[in-house]
């Protein structure tokens, strides 16, 4: 089976958003550009995370998934603020083919079920979004990290797949947008213990970490922000392209400096797995 | 033979609506390409279109019961029986068959003969697989995943004057789905792909019907040119070889 290469987009009102540990949103372009340039370049997949919507409750993700569905022909899951079955359905109609869900799945985990049933297994991706504690154990948050849950991520990861989650997304926060690799054992653990995909997510910062994190973390599908985004950033201020009031921009018109990464596009990480004697799409 | 379209008027294409899966892929695509598409669960819609698609994600059972609810089972099989293509997507595939073991057995619209069956532990090289099989996986010409055929030795290609022409042995191909056809007839199979040590049938002609087990229109630039052939098979009025000769002289 191929290895999906996933760009994830998380997005704060009309913006493109990259945080550290899910904290200090900062803004780098619309996220139109990005998703088309992805394509262009052989994403296998989208990931669309509204960073705020658990918060506020809006949904301007819908907007963007209906102005990208006519030019992306990949799959596109949509997450973040889906709250009930009117929600996903909406969001399926404006051209997402799953959806990922949390918050609303550990309030009312029936939900997961009632989504599964109604749109198909395929369709509900359950948003696995974990930190490790101290004593190594890990918990599962919500509102784009913000809430504790007390819940086990691993009992949680499995519960949802017997509820009827059709694949997982698992992102550590701890690694999330650090660019120091995934949480191996997070992702090894819970692939393990389901019959379902994982996409792992949180940590990606240089090539062997998405090998390390396919091999040795069992992932299928492999979910990537900044190695992506702060270069695809320069080229988008080089475009001229305009930003709104939202978020903060100071550090764009400096000049974009992330965490310390490796830049990497879709093809070399392919052509890294490749060498790994591992299956990717060529297009 | 004078095409049907060629005073400018663009295919159109009947998207079956049964309430279930992500229709409007297929229909952005359809446009992309340049074929006009209307989502329907309207018969006389359906039997007037230039094309029908069946698409589909979702449970066998509840989908055939819409299809009798919709009283669409007999229109579909009339399309069928004409020369109109119909193209079957992913439990649309499946639909097409004979029966289907997805919770309990379930009869199909049986326009293709033979079962619909679960991918019973699939294993690969580093292991167990998983059930749905969901990613990127290649599509074969029938016979060359057993080495019995290299692609330069086809005589005839059997994907000329398909929705498949032009592509090349081992394109990806996005699937999401947890049941696989068997035809019961082999020259049915269009395309065959390896899940772990299992080669199923990954798309079928049967006729004017065409069927694809992954879903072309998520299938980046390579799934959009079947749409595009699909165009190209309704312009030269079901003969694409005819057209092909036509363009180049």
């Known amino acids: 089976m ?22 200090g949103l900062r803004v780098l372009g619309k996220p139109e550009y990005f998703a088309k340039h992805y ?10 995370i509204d960073a705020v919507a658990s918060l506020y409750g809006r949904n301007s993700l819908n907007h963007i998934i209906e102005r990208t569905a006519q030019e992306i022909f990949v799959p596109m899951v949509a997450g973040g603020g889906l709250r009930t079955l009117d929600d996903i359905r909406e969001i399926l109609r404006a051209g997402a083919d799953k959806v990922a869900i949390n918050t609303a799945a550990v309030r009312r985990p029936e939900l997961i079920s009632e989504a ?14 974990a930190i490790r504690k101290s004593d190594g154990t890990y918990e599962q948050y919500t509102d784009y990290g913000r809430e504790r849950t007390g819940l086990d991520a691993f009992e949680w990861a499995i519960r949802s797949v017997e509820l009827g989650a059709g694949e997982l997304l698992v992102t550590s926060i701890n690694q999330e947008g650090t660019g120091k690799g995934f949480d191996l054992e997070l992702t090894r653990r819970i692939a393990e213990s389901v019959s379902v995909p994982v996409i792992a997510s949180g940590g990606a910062g240089a090539l062997n970490h998405v090998s390390d994190v396919v091999i040795q973390g069992k992932a299928d599908g492999v979910g990537i922000a900044s190695m992506f985004h702060y270069n695809c950033a320069r080229h988008c201020q080089l475009n ?44 | ?17 049964f309430g279930m899966g992500n229709l409007f892929s297929a229909k952005h695509a359809c446009e992309h390409v340049g074929m006009q598409a209307l989502i329907t669960s309207d018969k006389s819609r359906i039997l007037s279109a230039d094309a029908v698609i069946l698409p589909g994600v979702g449970a066998f059972g509840d989908a055939v019961q819409s299809l009798h609810k919709l009283d669409l089972v007999g229109p579909l099989k009339d399309v069928a029986a004409s020369e109109k293509p119909v193209v079957g997507i992913c439990l649309g595939l499946q639909l097409l068959m004979t029966e289907s073991q997805e919770f309990g057995l379930h009869k199909g619209l049986g326009i293709v003969k033979g079962p619909v069956v679960r991918f019973e532990n699939p294993c690969g090289p580093r292991g167990p697989l998983k059930v749905p099989h969901i990613g990127w996986n290649g599509i074969f010409r029938p016979g060359h995943l057993q080495n019995r055929r290299e692609i330069t030795t086809y005589t005839e290609d059997p994907w000329s ?14 699937f999401v789905h947890s049941f696989y056809a068997i ?4 020259e049915v199979t269009l395309s065959t792909s390896k899940y772990g040590n299992l080669e199923f049938c990954s798309s079928l002609r049967y006729g004017n019907v065409f069927a694809f087990q992954f879903h072309p229109e998520r299938s980046g630039p390579d799934g959009l040119r079947i749409y595009e052939r699909i165009k190209v098979l309704l312009q030269s009025d079901g003969n694409l070889e005819e057209h092909e000769n036509a363009r180049r002289s």
């Not at chain 1, 290895?3 to 550290?20: A, S, T």
């Not at chain 1, 394509?39 to 669309?48: C, H, K, R, S």
């Not at chain 1, 599964?116 to 979004?129: K, P, Y």
Request: net charge negative; charged share 25%.
């Open chain 1, 39 to 48: 394509y262009e370049n052989g994403a296998d997949e989208l990931i669309y």
């Open chain 1, 116 to 129: 599964a049933r109604t749109f198909g297994s395929s369709t509900i991706v359950v948003s696995i979004e």
């Open chain 2, 183 to 186: 035809p019961e007839n082999p």
């Open chain 2, 1 to 17: 033979m004078i095409g049907l379209y060629e005073n400018g008027r663009r295919p159109q294409v009947a998207i079956v609506d």
């Open chain 1, 240 to 283: 001229g392209d305009d930003f709104h009031e939202e978020g903060n921009i100071e550090f764009l018109r400096k000049g974009v400096q992330g965490p310390k990464l490796q830049d990497a596009s879709i093809p070399q990480i392919k052509a890294h797995l490749r060498n790994c004697g591992l299956d990717c799409r060529l297009q």
């Open chain 2, 161 to 174: 004057g398909t929705p498949l022409h032009g592509l090349s042995d081992g394109t990806y191909m996005y």
């Open chain 1, 2 to 23: 191929s290895v999906r290469i996933i760009p994830r987009l998380d997005i704060k009102g009309p913006n493109l958003v990259k945080g550290i540990n899910f904290e």
